[in-house]
């Protein structure tokens, strides 16, 4: 049990690092398998789906980098987790605004159709919702004085 709220602040930074870390990795092997079971795209939506396994590779090569620095406390990897959940943020919020959007006549809108958006407005306000939440905390003052203390030169 630590004594002081530094060492247990220690070591959420390092849980968040690692799950940071795991979840960038599956982005980047999805990404990479993405892009290796499709060489040619095909089709409407093969060029987006092409395209968008490169972005899911950025973003897992990002992922890493910034769970290693929050692993080893440099102040850049609180920016980039800043930067990362405004992404989430914006995301989370334009696109369940799209999603409601009707495609096309009333003979789509079966009962299947309308659950599967429901489903995907759900995840996506999830997705809003974790971009919320690691913005309020990577904003707090303790973690700034956390990782401007790792930065510091030591006397």
């Not at 987006?48 to 850049?76: E, Q, Y």
């Not at 914006?90 to 006549?105: I, T």
């Not at 429901?118 to 809003?128: D, E, I, K, P, T």
């Amino acid at each position: 049990m630590p004594l002081n709220g530094a060492t247990d602040f220690s070591g959420k930074m390092k849980d968040i690092a690692s799950q940071v870390m795991v979840f960038s990795a599956l982005a980047l092997l999805g990404g990479i398998l993405s892009m290796w079971n499709n060489p040619r795209p095909m089709g409407e939506m093969g060029h987006f789906m092409h395209a968008f396994s490169g972005v899911t590779v950025c973003f897992g090569v990002w992922g890493l980098a910034t769970g290693v620095g929050l692993w080893r406390k440099w102040p850049w990897a609180r920016i980039f987790m800043l930067v990362f959940g405004g992404i989430l943020v914006a995301f989370g919020a334009l696109l369940p605004a799209v999603m409601m959007l009707p495609l096309g006549g009333a003979a789509e809108w079966t009962w299947k159709f309308i659950l599967l958006k429901v489903v995907g407005l759900a995840l996506l306000l999830l997705v809003l919702y974790g971009g919320l939440r690691w913005w309020k905390y990577f904003t707090g003052t303790s973690v700034k004085s956390y990782f401007h203390q790792a930065s510091a030169p030591a006397p």
